[in-house]
């Protein structure tokens, strides 16, 4: 359920903060200079990020009328100044003088790191939530960029050295985690790549408003006068977050359109989650995501297991034709295995997804994508099993 707010024209000592992101160049600082362009008085200030040393952008957007701006310079707003961020939102807060605040997050910047500043506690036992409200993750999208990218991921498809996210990965988790997603230059991008695009956000974030404009062209109204954000959903909105968490352990397999009901049954979008117990050979998994990952694949995440590292959960993520594989911590049987956790010691939630004889270890996987072969997927990944 939304909570509305009254549109924010009086200052607050806990203002809304709303988060622009979206990959280098799709147009956050043209929205941003088009919002504060309809302050009309009301008194908003803008924390803009730029890597550069030298801050363009806050130059630019000052320029368009805002009652301040703060630039944020040498770093990115989600890891490098990402205190310095919080510390100038707080500061603005106890003014007590602004009724909305924009941060224009880099271009490079994850989401969801700036959400943890709200709601991760400090060592102090402070967090951001306590002097600002957030209002609205909202991403920008160049409609013809992200279609590009998306076609360029295959092209080059080859797994991504190890700890190095390729574009459109970093493309899709912006537009995974947001409440908002605007799909700008859609005076440049055809019809029919602007419907392509916005089947594609769809496909991986079900629940986000998107709108299509050209030039940032948004009322400033839409964004200022409601809160959208939420703690317990925009985080998690992804859709393979949701079909890995829930529907996936209750039904062993959710086949059929990722978004039922919607045009983009047009696109011929389609979801499933691959489980299996047994163990994959590490050897010929990988070769698999380098070298059969079919045409249509948008996006694949989730865990597996290898016989050769069995203490390990392995995380494989597909953006595109672009793998990574990784091992990201050690399964909780394992852990039994070493004596090094007793049983009353694992947490309910593994328990539940437990199955002698390899205790969590499970290959459970979840493809997103245009006319999945399914089948030859299964197929694929049953012939990596050991
Ligand atoms: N044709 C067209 N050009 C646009 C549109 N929106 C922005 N641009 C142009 O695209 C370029 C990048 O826009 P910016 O607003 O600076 O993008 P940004 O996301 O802030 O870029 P970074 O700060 O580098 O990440 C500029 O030259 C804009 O004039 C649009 O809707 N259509």
Redesign the pocket.
């Known amino acids: 359920m939304r909570k509305m707010v009254p549109p924010s024209d009086s200052p607050r000592s806990r203002p809304p903060v709303t988060v622009l992101s979206?990959?280098?160049?799709?147009?956050?600082?043209?929205?941003?200079?088009h919002l504060l362009g309809q302050a009309e008085g009301r008194r908003w200030a803008a924390i803009v990020n730029?890597v550069a040393a030298i801050n363009i952008?806050a130059a630019?957007v000052a320029a368009a009328g805002a009652q301040r701006v703060v630039p944020l310079g040498n770093g990115c707003v989600c890891c490098t100044v990402r205190d310095e961020l919080a510390e100038t939102l707080a500061e603005l807060a106890a003014t007590g003088d602004y009724a909305h605040v924009f941060v224009?997050a880099?271009?490079v910047a994850d989401p969801r790191s700036i959400v943890r500043l709200f709601t991760r506690t400090n060592p102090f036992g402070r967090k951001l939530d306590d002097f600002a409200q957030l209002s609205a993750l909202v991403t920008?999208v160049?409609a013809r960029q992200f279609e590009v990218e998306e076609r360029k991921s295959r092209d080059g498809r080859k797994r991504a050295a190890s700890g190095v996210k390729p574009v459109f990965d970093l493309m899709l988790e912006q537009v995974e985690c947001a409440d908002v997603v605007v799909l700008?230059?859609?005076?440049?991008a055809t019809a029919e790549a602007v419907r392509r695009v916005e089947a594609l956000v769809r496909a991986v974030n079900a629940r986000a408003e998107i709108w299509r404009?050209?030039?940032?062209r948004v009322a400033a109204a839409e964004v200022v006068g409601r809160v959208r954000f939420q703690a317990d959903v925009t985080p998690g909105a992804a859709e393979w977050v949701r079909l890995l968490g829930g529907a996936a352990r209750h039904a062993a397999v959710r086949t059929g359109p990722a978004v039922a009901g919607r045009h983009e049954a047009a696109f011929g979008i389609t979801s499933f989650v691959y489980e299996e117990r047994r163990a994959f050979a590490e050897e010929k998994l990988r070769a698999w995501f380098e070298a059969a990952l079919p045409e249509g694949l948008l996006r694949a995440k989730g865990f597996f297991w290898v016989r050769e590292r069995a203490a390990d959960m392995g995380f494989a993520s597909v953006a595109g034709g672009a793998a990574r594989l990784e091992f990201i911590g050690t399964w909780a049987a394992a852990l039994r295995e070493r004596g090094v956790v007793t049983d009353a010691e694992i947490p309910p939630s593994t328990r539940e997804r437990w199955a002698e004889p390899h205790g969590d270890r499970r290959q459970e996987l979840v493809f997103i994508g245009v006319t999945l072969p399914e089948a030859e997927i299964r197929a694929g990944l049953a012939a990596c099993l050991v």
């Open positions: 979206g990959f280098l160049g799709a147009g956050k600082t043209t929205l941003l200079r730029d952008d630019l224009e880099t271009g920008v160049d700008n230059k859609c005076d440049v404009v050209a030039q940032g």
